[in-house]
């Protein structure tokens, strides 16, 4: 079937002057397939192989850790001391085809670290553990020096990005990590010059932007990912968010990737809308697009063709944001742009409501790594054995992690 005019089939030219072949992104989705040394192993340099022949223009991978203690899972990919970087650049080599661009999404869990990985997490501030499943520990307030060396870290990895042959990098400000625990009121608690006012809370994200582009130069992508809100009392708002998103106008962004939740409250995991709906986050960008002239992405709900086609033709909105219809089918921004699909379906998983939001990423997760070794998504998984798979194997890995610093 020929590729259809539309709207998703627009290419956009971002700041820098490079050019997204087409309007719809893969957003970052964790896939742990590193090896002990948190290189890209064999299966996950043939899943963004199979990424980039789904046509979707821009893919992000999914968290490149900057700390080898402080992981989100046991198997992320660490850029540091020990990174292969001919692993690297074959990886960044499997994932370009026909004008497909690959971003590394870097990041720092900061409190959201599991226990059996790091039992002394850090944070901006002294916190309480993150309330889930009684897997994490409490955090300790980081020193400004600790601090300086994170931000060394975030820029390291960015270079290390652009010389492995990607073409940009996403900083991970959302979700509860630590870019965001520093936006957030809820987990800045500090009252020097990292704390207190939004332009403090931001100040970490903003030096790292604007040093990292010093390093990398003028046409290599640097874009974000950032909550609307983080939907809990007390934590980062919309009207953080927008105020957030005026300070960023000013910095050399390329794209601005907008969400929202956290572990403590995923409130993007929930429902799918109907054709015709909005889908998450699309109202806010209405009032995002008044802050800030940077391209936006939206991730989350997009389950309609015409759905996606009307959000783009609002021109609030630049890139439509897939995640895990992308999980099920790895070719389904290709069907989408040449007209052959008009609905995402999404897959029937049978689970409770307490276990919603760990038991789909499990059940998600497992669909990776079954398109990690040349196999189809398959439907009918069961949730308990995906968790007891995605727990387990999580545990194991990190007892045979040869890094553990």
């Known amino acids: ?223 974000i990912k950032i909550n609307s809100s983080d939907f809990r009392r007390g934590g980062f708002t919309e009207e953080h968010s927008l105020e957030t998103m005026i300070l960023l106008d000013k910095e050399s962004l390329d794209l601005i990737e907008i969400s929202g939740g956290t572990y403590e409250s995923s409130a993007m995991l929930e429902g799918n809308p109907k054709a015709g709906e909005k889908a998450f986050f699309v109202s806010f960008a209405e009032r995002a697009r008044q802050a800030t002239k940077i391209p936006l992405m939206i991730t989350g709900g997009f389950r309609h063709r015409e759905q996606m086609e009307k959000t783009l033709e609002s021109g609030n909105i630049d890139v439509i944001g897939l995640g895990r219809p992308v999980a099920c089918d790895p070719f389904v921004s290709k069907k989408l742009l040449n007209g052959e699909l008009q609905e995402l379906k999404a897959p029937k998983i049978k689970v409770s409501k307490g276990l919603r939001g760990l038991g789909e990423a499990a059940w998600y997760t497992q669909q990776l790594y079954r398109h990690s070794k040349g196999q189809e998504a398959k439907e009918n998984i069961a949730i308990l054995p995906c968790l007891f798979k995605h727990f387990t194997s999580d545990f194991i890995r990190a007892k045979t992690r040869k890094v553990k610093k």
């Open 1 to 223: 079937m020929s590729t259809q005019k539309t709207k998703l089939n627009d290419t956009l030219v971002l700041p820098n002057g490079s050019t997204l072949i087409n309007r719809i992104g893969k957003s970052a989705m964790s896939e742990s397939l590193a090896d002990h040394y948190h290189n890209p192993t064999r299966e996950l340099i043939y899943l963004y192989e199979k990424f980039a022949q789904g046509q979707t223009g821009l893919l992000i991978t999914g968290n490149v850790m900057v700390d080898y203690k402080s992981l989100e899972r046991a198997r992320n990919i660490v850029f540091g001391e020990y990174s292969n970087h001919e692993k690297l650049k074959e990886w960044a080599q499997s994932s370009q085809q026909d004008g497909v661009q690959t971003w590394v999404q870097i990041s720092h869990p900061g409190r959201q670290v599991a226990k059996h990985i790091n039992n002394k997490p850090v944070a901006p501030s002294d916190i309480a553990a993150v309330q889930k499943l009684k897997a994490f520990a409490n955090a300790r307030a980081l020193t400004t020096e600790e601090i300086a060396n994170i931000k060394h870290k975030f820029i390291e990895a960015a270079l290390t990005a652009r010389n492995a042959g990607f073409q940009g990098v996403q900083f991970h400000a959302a979700h509860g990590y630590l870019l965001g625990q520093f936006l957030s009121p809820a987990n800045n608690l500090r009252t020097d010059e990292w704390g207190g006012s939004i332009e403090n809370r931001a100040r970490l994200l903003i030096e790292i932007i604007r040093a990292t582009r010093e390093k990398v130069g003028p046409t290599f992508s640097i874009g």
